[in-house]
Structures are given as C-alpha cells and as structure tokens.
C-alpha cells in the first residue's frame, strides 16, 4: 500500500510539473489554426505557455484561442500570411504589444503542394515555387521577425517542424509519381535550415531545433489519400482514410499513427528548460518509420 500511494504521489506530482513545464512563457506558432498547429497550440497552452496563434485564416485562428481560453490556458489570435515578411513582422509586433515577450517560435506553417494538388500525378512548377515560398521561406520570414527580439534579450527558443519525409525519399511506390517530391525537397531544406540557424544564433544563447512528424490525419494528408485515390490504380476503390491506415501499416513499426498532440508534446520538451543543452537537432516522431 506504501508503495502504490508513493507512485501515486509521483504520479501527481508529474502531471503538477509537467503543467508548469512552460509556465511565464509565450510561444508564437504559425499555422496554428488547424492541423499539427492546433494541437502544438494546444499542448504549450496545457504546459503553461501564452500561446499567440497565428494563421492565415482568422477565423480558424480564433477558434483555437477560445478552445484554448475555454479550458483555462491563455492565448492570442493573430491573422499572418508567412510568405509576406512585412505580415509576420506585424504579427510579432503585434504579440509584443500586447504580451511583452516571446520565449517561443515555432514556425509551423506549411503546405503540400500547389492549387490542384490532388489531381496531379506529377508535379508542376507552381508546386515548386509553392511549397518553397511556405515552407522555406516562410520559415525563414517568421525567424527574421522573431529573432531580433530574442537577440535582445539573449533568450529564445526556436522549434522548427519539418517532416520525416525530408529525411529521405518517401514517395517511391507510394502510388504518387512524382508530385510529393517538391513538398519533401522543402522539408530537407527546412532541416538544413535548422543545422545552419543554430551555428548562427548560438551566441545569442538561442536554441534551434526541428521535428519531423510522421503520418498523423491532417487535412495536408488528406490530401495525399486524395491524391492516390485519383492517380494509383492500385486505390481507386479504396476510401482516403484506407489508404492513410494501410500507410501507417506498411511504413510504421510501431503500427500506429502520430497525432498533433504528440508533435506537441515533442515541441513542449525541446522549448522547455530541459532542453537548453540541446541545439541544432531534427528529432523524428514517427514510430520508427524512419531512423536516424
């Protein structure tokens, strides 16, 4: 009985932790009106953080913040487009008047392909420039506008998510042909963004990190299943949710999907104290599906 009441007590005693783990912090999240966004959102808000939640959408963005400040944490909504430097520098701005501080970055916004995405078999040139302009650039936008701030103030923890589909090629005899692949060239570039933003940030005693999801169902993986339904003979009757499980089957050891919440919490630890000796890292989160 001893025994069970003390794991007991360490239990409790966790969760308490784990509550105050970001506790005084603001994080400011990029495409956190839905998605691995929401949920990254979600879980820096239940850890204590002031989450301000940007996206393009507003109105999406708005409603995480009152899921969010409905649950007891607190956050900001914010309207920002990361392809347009001028619109994140205002959305900083915004948050540091109206909070004071950014602890936090996570840019997060990102985007499969170009308008007609789904009906493609092969990519085109607009998926190119697309993908770069979110995924690269808008990166790079949202830590330009951050990182001055952070500078300043010799303090600041930047959580970049990228995809394991950046690691290495994913694509080949998944029923896609070739129109993945500018997604996944961008998530590489996001990856060796981090490497060199670390180097160059370090001395400012600011942390850069990266994530790399796995197979979670997203509207962005949706789309793929849509995708594959359209141009592989081999899933023209299948339902998009059949071709997302029997890929979590086929590819992940652990046989399960990820969720945004697990992305979540992969971010809470590396934006958090006990991650300050820890810089210039890609840490997948995808059940094994690919090993680094």
């Given amino acids: 009985m001893h025994n069970v009441r003390r794991a007991r007590e360490t239990s409790e005693g966790t969760v308490v932790k ?28 239940q850890r204590g953080a002031t989450v301000v939640v940007c996206d ?20 900001l909504a914010l309207e920002a487009d990361v392809t347009e430097q001028a619109s ?16 936090i970055c996570v840019p997060n916004a990102g985007v499969i392909g170009a308008s007609g995405y789904t009906e493609r078999a092969h990519y085109s040139e607009d998926d190119w420039d697309r993908t770069f302009e979110v995924n690269v650039k808008g990166i790079a936008h949202t830590v330009e506008a951050v990182t001055p701030h952070m500078k300043e103030r010799k303090a600041g923890k930047i959580v970049i998510i990228a995809s394991h589909g950046g ?20 998530k590489a570039a996001a990856i060796q963004y981090t490497h060199h933003l670390a180097l160059y940030l370090a001395t400012s005693n600011i942390n850069v990190n990266c994530v790399c999801p796995g197979t979670l169902w997203t509207p962005m993986w949706e789309a793929i299943a849509i995708n594959r339904v359209a141009n592989d003979p081999a899933s023209r009757d299948k339902t998009t949710k059949d071709v997302f499980d029997e890929s979590v089957r086929q590819r992940t050891p652990l046989g399960r ?28 989160v995808n059940g094994g599906a690919i090993l680094n």
């Fill in 257 to 284: 999907p990820q969720t945004p919440e697990d992305i979540g919490k992969a971010v809470a630890f590396l934006a958090s104290d006990d991650a300050n000796e820890i810089t210039g890292q890609a840490l997948n």
């Fill in 88 to 103: 994140m520098n205002a959305a900083v701005a915004g948050a540091l008047k109206s909070i004071g501080r950014i602890d």
């Fill in 167 to 186: 690691r290495a090629p994913r694509f080949a005899g998944f029923g896609l042909g070739s129109v993945g692949i500018p997604y996944a060239v961008s």
């Fill in 56 to 75: 393009l959408n507003a109105k999406s963005a708005q409603t995480v913040v009152s899921e969010i400040n409905s649950a007891g944490g607190r956050a």
């Fill in 18 to 45: 784990m509550r105050d783990q970001l506790a005084g912090k603001t994080a400011i999240i990029t495409g956190a009106g839905r998605g691995i966004g929401r949920g990254i959102a979600t879980v820096l808000a």
